[in-house]
C-alpha cells in the first residue's frame, strides 16, 4: 500500500524557514518524481514544486528562490527547504507523485507564518 507522510510544518514568524519532510513507499518513489503542493484557506490546491527521479527541479514563481526541493533516495524521502516565508505562505502543505496521483494524497502538514 502506498503511504506518503508529511512533517515539518509548524507556526513561525515571517522571514522565517521551516524544512518539510515526506516519507514514501518505495513502490511510489522510485517509479515517479515528485512534488510539493500547497492548498491555502478558501484556495485550490496548487503545485509549488517538484524534482525528477535524477534530481532536476523546477518551482512555482511564488516561491522561486526562496523553497529549495531536494530527494534522498536511499531514504524514500523528499524534503521542501522553505526559506524568507511569508504570510501567503501559509497552507497545507502535501507531497505527491508529479503529476499528481489522486489517489495518494495524505493528510499535509500545516505551515502557518504569522508574526
Known amino acids: 500500500q502506498v503511504q506518503l507522510v508529511e512533517s515539518g510544518g509548524g507556526l513561525v514568524q515571517p522571514g522565517g524557514s521551516l524544512r518539510l519532510s515526506c516519507a514514501a513507499s518505495?513502490?511510489?518513489?522510485?517509479?515517479?518524481?515528485m512534488g510539493w503542493y500547497r492548498q491555502a484557506p478558501g484556495k485550490q490546491r496548487e503545485w509549488v514544486a517538484h524534482?525528477?527521479?535524477?534530481?532536476?527541479?523546477n518551482s512555482a514563481d511564488s516561491v522561486k528562490g526562496r523553497f529549495t526541493i531536494s530527494r534522498d533516495n536511499a531514504k524514500n524521502a523528499v524534503y521542501l527547504q522553505m526559506n524568507s516565508l511569508k504570510p501567503e505562505d501559509t497552507a497545507v502543505y502535501y507531497c505527491?507523485?508529479?503529476?499528481?496521483?489522486?489517489?495518494?494524497w495524505g493528510q499535509g502538514t500545516q505551515v502557518t507564518v504569522s508574526s
Open positions: 518505495e513502490s511510489i518513489f522510485s517509479n515517479y518524481a
Open positions: 524534482i525528477s527521479s535524477t534530481g532536476s527541479t
Open positions: 505527491n507523485a508529479y503529476p499528481p496521483i489522486r489517489r495518494y
